[in-house]
């Protein structure tokens, strides 16, 4: 069986940083959304998680797709289906606000924290492997199963810990070293996953699917208003703007 030589780095150390860069942002917003519901109730308590988990979900599925940008293989033109490549980041929202949901509500004990931080993990896990799924590059594709398994463990260790900081973790550089850890378990866990694929040069079929030129645009598009937006909310809110450096609320 022959081997297809595969880069994932075709663009350099740019969609890496940019990816990472975009993991830490929606990571830092997604902290201080949900540090904020803590001293919120009804409405506006559910709204600032769901602007959290909109957030990191966000963020960690345009980390994948830039990251993506910059995968790939030699002699063979990538394209992807998009209603995969959406439903990936639909995913990726859904997981991550039912793990916030979990632990803004019911709290961080171990209880809670560690079913909560494994289902958030999982379905990271299962956004990335659904993403590559999507992707086509007319030949087959398969995956060292141990890497797999390694990625998956990052990705609930990952969950895991952020979901711990989002409830506990006050103050803007406290959230700010939280968000970076968080970036660059996402970044390793894309980078583990990518490590475990292999595509086989011996079975060339027609690579179907939209063009990743033509899906730029439009893909990262989305995401960027939205992060920007959330970037606003949480820049002009007293609250969280006025926070002390050791994590203590002033009084409102």
Do not use: Q
Not at 161 to 182: E, H
């Amino acid at each position: 069986m022959a081997s297809a030589t595969i880069d994932g780095f075709s663009h350099g150390f740019l969609t890496p940083a940019a990816g990472f860069l975009v993991a830490w942002l929606g990571g830092a917003l997604g902290l201080r959304c949900t540090n904020r519901s803590r001293s919120s109730s009804g409405i506006s308590k559910a709204g600032w998680l769901a602007l959290g988990a909109g957030s990191i979900g966000v963020g960690i599925w345009t980390m994948h797709f830039v990251a993506m940008l910059g995968f790939e293989v030699v002699g063979a033109r990538v394209s992807y289906d998009l209603g995969l490549t959406v439903g990936s980041l639909g995913v990726a929202v859904l997981v991550v606000l039912t793990g916030v949901v979990l632990v803004g509500y019911r709290g961080s004990g171990r209880a809670n924290l560690l079913p909560a931080g494994a289902l958030m993990g999982l379905g990271i896990a299962c956004m990335h492997y659904m993403g590559m799924a999507g992707m086509h590059v007319g030949m087959r594709l398969h995956y060292s199963v141990p890497l797999v398994v390694v990625s998956v463990v990052i990705a609930v260790v990952a969950a895991t810990v952020a979901l711990r900081a989002a409830v506990s973790t006050s103050g803007i550089k406290a959230s700010a070293v939280a968000s970076l850890i968080f970036g660059v378990a996402v970044a390793a866990m894309h980078y583990t996953g990518m490590s475990a694929l292999g595509v086989d040069a011996d079975h060339i079929s027609h690579a179907s699917g939209t063009p990743a030129n033509a899906l730029i645009v439009p893909m990262l598009l989305g995401p960027t208003v939205f992060l920007v937006l959330a970037s606003a909310v949480v820049m002009f809110d007293p609250e969280l703007m006025l926070a002390d450096v050791d994590g203590k609320r002033r009084d409102a």
